[in-house]
């Protein structure tokens, strides 16, 4: 069964430091990998996406990297906010059946002042 | 454009009961979903519609049922509620690149 695996499953970090979140996953072949953002009471919002033969993508403060080859993608983020506490899921597409996502279970981020 | 848009955002229900969870999107996109959120869980597909007058299966169909009434709306109903289906569920749709866009969610509670 493809599977998307998430780590850490919650992280703490002060305002201002950076911080790394780690995706592994099954699905091969992959049409695409995304990263998605949940703020608390909302929807999931698209922050990177990567197709196979990419290996990184920045979106301002947010930068993904994939190795296909391992199977991993990893999400930093640089200098954190306040506002970037939220759940961040890596979301994969598998090649041929877009209706078919598999979403991680999510890392939940608390940044503190 | 408000995006994707869900009715209610809060309900609780009875074991037994029945109700519809509504959903729009004014982005004329083809493709459709609902899923559910379970704490420490990702989000699991319920159903899809990829066009009007189409639906399909996803992974946990069982107590649902979907109508794609138009090419707008896509509406999730639960003819006898269950505690189990006390869950957080999303509608969304899909634009390009499999980006998919969600609504805010609507938060149920089966007592």
């Known amino acids: 069964k493809n599977q998307v695996e998430q780590s850490p499953q919650s992280l703490i970090i002060l305002e201002g430091k950076n911080c790394t979140l780690q995706c592994n996953y099954t699905v091969s072949p992959f049409s695409n990998l995304r990263w998605y953002k949940q703020d608390t009471g909302r929807g999931p919002v698209s922050l990177t996406i990567?197709?196979?033969?990419?290996n990184t993508k920045s979106n301002g403060r947010y930068t993904a990297t994939l190795d296909a080859d391992t199977k991993q993608s990893s999400l930093h983020i640089t200098a954190s906010q306040l506002s970037d506490s939220a759940s961040y899921i890596c979301v994969v597409t598998p090649s041929g059946s877009a209706r078919q996502l598999t979403f991680g279970s999510g890392t939940q981020l608390t940044v503190l002042p | 454009n408000a995006g994707v848009t869900q009715t209610p955002k809060f309900q609780v229900l009875k074991t037994g009961q029945s109700m519809t969870l509504q959903c729009a999107q004014d982005m004329n996109h083809n493709s459709m979903y609902w899923y559910r959120q379970d704490p420490g869980m990702g989000l699991r597909l319920i159903y899809y519609s990829a066009s009007e007058g189409t639906t399909d299966k996803g992974e946990v169909p069982n107590g649902y049922n979907v109508s794609r009434l138009n090419k707008r709306e896509f509406s999730l109903r639960l003819e006898s509620a269950a505690p189990s289906q006390t869950s957080v569920y999303f509608c969304?749709?899909?634009?390009?690149?499999?980006?998919?866009?969600f609504g805010p969610g609507t938060r149920l509670t089966v007592t």
């Open positions: 990567m197709t196979f033969s990419e």
């Open positions: 969304a749709s899909r634009g390009g690149r499999h980006e998919q866009y």
